[in-house]
């Protein structure tokens, strides 16, 4: 399990209990690996939360090893597309926040069904809106968004909140679409301007890409390490130079529940996009993180290799989150040796179960 870690708490347990407990929670894409993480937070935290996802994909995804349908009020099995289910399992449960996670999230799935990822990333972000719309009662709405909305020449310049958004292929575009979509919907129902009238605020938040333990997702790195290891083969590496934002999963989870508690408190001021990113001493290149991640597991090798044909995925990548510090107090509280080190023993360890990995790891984190 992990061992004690000096952090820099700049999210609380005692602030965020203050703020969620008993408070009514829709969370989207409950059952996914960010999900299922946020619902045990949530949980911890002592809100009652109603979950909106398709069911989990595999039998080992964490939320079947958390026993997820237990840490809900209430778990509602369905798609984001079927907007007059979405609306009313919404308005129905009439929530304080909305965090809006459910999403087609994978890169190369993207290139396998472009139009269907476009579909849930951007129209279903709309759907979640309509809904939040409909509900006659002040709310909260984070919108998860990611990393990957900007328009991105690979220049190692860390992107800003106000640079140009874009997307090479299908995932990084829908979800540019998305922020576009969301901020449609700020300008012309949510305005700050008006919030005496509609009572909501809404934000979207870029974080980049997470690494934890439980993930069991394709084409992602930690999960083919540890399946290559279990399986006593060596992992291939597709892009072993590329650098990305990794950041333990906790950290961009304690974001969002930040800025949706700034939110609460001052409704008319956190409304827009927030990066929030790693330091950016710790970005790492993919052979880096996968070194560093088998030398905490103590087992496993790698080798780079050339896929001929392969998709474009951008080769480098990184966040400015000094807007994210200014308004919020935030700032990343995890250098990349911690992130890695956690997800690694989380994996490593067969003698606890799943919740009480997380749970350990909450603990110490908040």
């Not at 939360?49 to 997820?68: F, H, M, T």
């Not at 394709?218 to 999960?223: A, E, K, Q, T």
């Amino acid at each position: 399990m992990a061992n004690s870690t000096v952090m820099e708490k700049v999210v609380t347990a005692e602030y965020l209990r203050s703020v969620y407990k008993g408070k009514r929670v829709f969370l989207t894409g409950h059952t996914g690996f960010k999900g299922a993480w946020m619902l045990q937070v949530l949980n911890w935290l002592g809100a009652r939360v109603k979950g909106y996802s398709l069911a989990p994909e595999k039998r080992n995804d964490l939320y079947n090893q958390i026993e997820g349908d237990n840490l809900c009020y209430t778990s509602v099995t369905s798609d984001l597309c079927d907007k007059q289910k979405l609306q009313a399992e919404l308005v129905r449960f009439e929530p304080d926040f909305v965090f809006h996670f459910a999403a087609q999230s994978l890169v190369r799935r993207g290139y396998d069904k472009p139009s269907y990822t476009f579909q849930v990333n951007a129209l279903g972000t709309a759907h979640v809106l309509d809904a939040l719309h409909s509900l006659p009662l002040p709310a909260v709405g984070v919108m998860i968004t990611t990393d990957k909305v900007y328009d991105n020449p690979e220049r190692g310049i860390p992107f800003r909140e106000d640079d140009k958004l874009g997307g090479y292929d299908p995932y990084s575009a829908s979800k540019a679409a998305a922020e576009i979509v969301i901020d449609s919907y700020r300008r012309s129902y949510f305005n700050p301007e008006d919030y005496s009238n509609h009572e909501k605020t809404i934000a979207s938040a870029r974080a980049g890409n997470v690494i934890g333990g439980g993930d069991y997702s394709d084409d992602r790195l930690v999960p083919d390490i540890v399946r290559a290891i279990s399986f006593g083969e060596t992992v291939g590496l597709r892009n072993p130079k590329s650098i990305r934002p990794w950041q333990h999963v906790l950290e961009p989870l304690g974001a969002y529940l930040l800025l949706g508690a700034r939110m609460s408190e001052d409704p008319a001021r956190y409304n827009s996009a927030y990066n929030f990113g790693p330091n950016l001493e710790d970005m790492l290149t993919v052979e880096e993180l996968a070194q560093k991640f088998i030398e905490s597991y103590g087992a496993g090798d790698y080798k780079g290799f050339s896929e001929a044909g392969a998709p474009h995925e951008a080769k480098l990548l990184l966040l400015d989150s000094s807007k994210a510090m200014e308004h919020l107090g935030w700032k990343s509280q995890m250098d990349a040796d911690t992130a890695i080190k956690w997800t690694a023993e989380w994996y490593a360890d067969k003698q606890h179960n799943a919740y009480d990995k997380c749970m350990k790891q909450i603990e110490e984190y908040f």
